[in-house]
Nanobody, 121 residues
Framework: QLVESGGGLVQPGGSLRLSCTASGFTLAHYAIGWFRQAPGKEREAVSCSLSSDLGTRYADSVKGRFTISRNNAKNMVYLQMNNQKPEDTAVYYC????????????????WGEGTRLPVSS
């Protein structure tokens, strides 16, 4: 099970950290991704922390502003979001794929319910 938390209204230019708590499996064996779906748009990849020490991936739209990190001991993954823009408004989901090596939405098998993140003044 994956549960996201930390969403909520943020002003443009502001910062927020999302958390994803995993239960029922060992996070260290999984790639974890953050994905988002804006109103009227398709779900897209934001950032992934890959397995097998393959590092991290970021969408071009968030590079330099968002940072993904994980704490395998706590079974948690985080998304630090800085300098937020109105176009970041979306429902954010975390997802997991066992031994995942890519940040492709279709590859991820386990999903949380999502947390809403409106960016507005």
């Amino acid at each position: 099970q994956l549960v996201e938390s930390g969403g909520g209204l943020v002003q443009p230019g502001g910062s927020l950290r999302l958390s994803c708590t995993a239960s029922g499996f060992t996070l260290a064996h999984y790639a974890i991704g953050w994905f988002r779906q804006a109103p009227g748009k398709e779900r897209e990849a934001v950032s992934c922390s890959l397995s097998s020490d393959l590092g991290t991936r970021y969408a071009d739209s968030v590079k330099g502003r968002f940072t993904i990190s994980r704490n395998n001991a706590k079974n948690m993954v985080y998304l630090q979001m800085n300098n937020q823009k109105p176009e970041d408004t979306a429902v954010y989901y975390c997802a997991a794929e066992v031994l995942g090596q890519e940040c492709h939405l279709a590859d991820y098998d386990y999903w949380g319910e999502g947390t809403r993140l409106p960016v507005s003044s």
